[in-house]
């Protein structure tokens, strides 16, 4: 057959071509993963009809057994790469606990296509309540049937096959592996495209090198705790970092690799050079306020964000005109990409967002704005057109790459040819660890409980020690499950269409309470043990670290929005109380209710010193019992008698997302038991594993049901990601 006489099939923008396995979005080539293409074959094949999940599971793996929540990401990311938006065009339908359903028109054009004849039939996907499907599912089964029967298939297309319009050819990205040791991470792109800059990261500290694209030995820059935000001078020489040693953290600059770091703006994060170089435009977190420093640290001038009053991930200066772009989230969740000048006039929100963007750039033109979306545990690149008009803000978005596992961030070379980021695949798995009974001489025993390659996080072990909750999924899409605490099969408890995690048990073991987005907002829902129907109970909307605990009685604790407060909700009267009178002293995490239900247990890193504090539900008296020179502390229980609380505590790791209560997996990972009356806090036990992610203690004191993350990472280079930047360079 050739080229002329291929048969395709369009809906909306897209045109999709099985044979080459392309899909076009007004001529431009969108690039998916194998299985999202096989995929979107399968939909628009029965385009009109319900595909359950089942036949989907059987059609995209059938020589292995996945799970459901494998099929889920990739119907996520698909919807991602066809440009659904919540209002807009809708291609793809769920059934609820069934399957989906393309819903938008198709059309074959380029062939007159026949049936083929009796037992030369492709294996489409197809509900048995259906007749054998006709010449549109002939045309897509070829994308997923393979080799088998394709002869014939296509002899018959061939057969009476009609000109087609000609296609004109595309540049596909290139990806390519620049290094490969499994450690490196967060990356940027020399202005020159020729240099990248990265993190390396073993057991103990970060260590920032440089070193020449084409390859040859690295240059180290920094090594510590913690480093990360890399961004290049524009004249290649100098680097802009954030970074933590034992002394300090802060943003810090360094004139040129191998010289002598300087710290410039303590306790900040991110941050960027204007495009001259002369001027650091550095952002603060929770008061929307960006300053602008020499390269020495000293300050110019500053300007007030309006709008902008919690996180800040990401500041970028347009190399075309005095206008900085910044990436902000609220108390809700809702990501934003703002823009504004130098001089604070002519703010705008120019995008906002309910998934996660967590890094942004302007293109060289400054006529729009590359950024990630993170949906489930994958990413998209996307192309934001920006008006340059003041007085006309209407923008437009345009996906260009999906389906990448990566660390958050990317960086661009100056002519916007290429982009570095890093390939990030991760996992995780529950683990048990049992110290045995008390008395009893043998070593801690640890066994994995889950062996998947799902995210499988916040474990809670049910009151009787028996059975173990927790939630599969990625941020944006979530589900609870249940399972008993020798491991085996997991029982899936909600089927929600949204995240849904933070399960708690109540005292009996007979319900569960956790966060769910299913309304739209964060909010506190139930569902009982067994299943069944979930029902919202919070009237107000709760934070979403999702964080929440059940008391002996009936009341259930949930945080706050803005971390720095519990409520404590009534299931029967839906009447709420704050657990503190005080909300303005510091950030509240992880509580946990003593056996009497008369204290509670937080960490909170508020004066005099952060760390466990206890606090009388009776008198309100809040006692600081442990200090912490770290955030990541938790506590996880009490002694039966009530004189002890058991913490959790590590050094910071990986930024993981809402997945995760307060987002960072952790290393040198312990378990402490802290005496309320005077003593020392001892350390019980240490978690093996390099990465871990949360901790539930069993009642008994002795079991300890924990996360274990499985990861690697390295820098990848994307030549000609964006075509109409190559289109743009061809016509000069």
Known sequence: MNHESRPSCEFGPFVLDPFERLLLRYGRRISLTPKVFDLLCVLVANNGHLVEKNQLLKELWPDAFVEEANLNRIVSVLRKALGERAGGQKYIETVPKRGY??????????????????????????????????????????????????????????????????????SAPVHRQVTFTGNEGTATLSPDGRRIAYVSSNHTEKTILVRELAGGQPIEVFSGLGAGFLRWSPDGEGLLYWARTSSSEGVFVVPKPGGAPRLIAGGRYVACWSPDGATIAVASYLVGKVTFLDPMGREQRSVTLDGVRSWVWDIDWSPENEHLLLVSNDDEGKFTIWTFGSDGLDQHAVLEDRAEIASARWAPGGEAIYYFRRENQTVSLNKLLVRPDPGHRETSAVTLLTGLE????????????????????????????????????????????????????????????????????HAGHANLYAMSMTGGVPQQLTRLDSFNVGGAWSPDGKQIAFGSTQSGTPHVWTIDREGGVPRVLSPTQMSDSFDLAWYPGSRILYQAMGNRNYVELDPETRTETPLTMESSVGWMFSPVVSPDGRSIAVAWNRRPARGVWVIDTRTARESLVYRSSTDSLMPIGWSSDGRSVYAFEGKAHTYRGLILARGETVTKARILLIPLQGGTSQTIATLPGEEIGSVSMAPDGRRFVYTVYSSRSDIWVVDDFDVTVEAAIARK
């Open 101 to 170: 359903r393309f819903v938008a028109r198709v059309t074959v054009s380029g062939a007159d296509v026949g049936l083929p004849e009796q037992g030369l039939r492709p294996h489409a996907v197809r509900p048995t309540n259906r007749p054998v499907l006709g010449p549109l599912s002939m045309i897509l089964a070829v994308a997923v049937v393979g080799i088998a029967g394709l002869g014939v298939l296509l002899y018959r297309i061939a057969g009476s096959a009609a000109p087609q319009r000609a296609v004109a050819p595309l």
């Open 406 to 473: 990566t660390d958050r961030t990317f960086g661009l070379s100056a002519d916007g040819r290429h982009l570095v980021y890093t390939r990030a695949p991760y996992d995780s798995n529950l683990w048990l660890l049992d110290l045995g009974h008390s008395g009893e001489d043998r070593a801690p025993e640890t066994r994995a409980l889950t062996q998947s390659t799902s995210l499988i996080e916040r474990p809670r072990v049910s009151p009787d020690g028996n059975s173990v909750l927790f939630n599969i999924g």
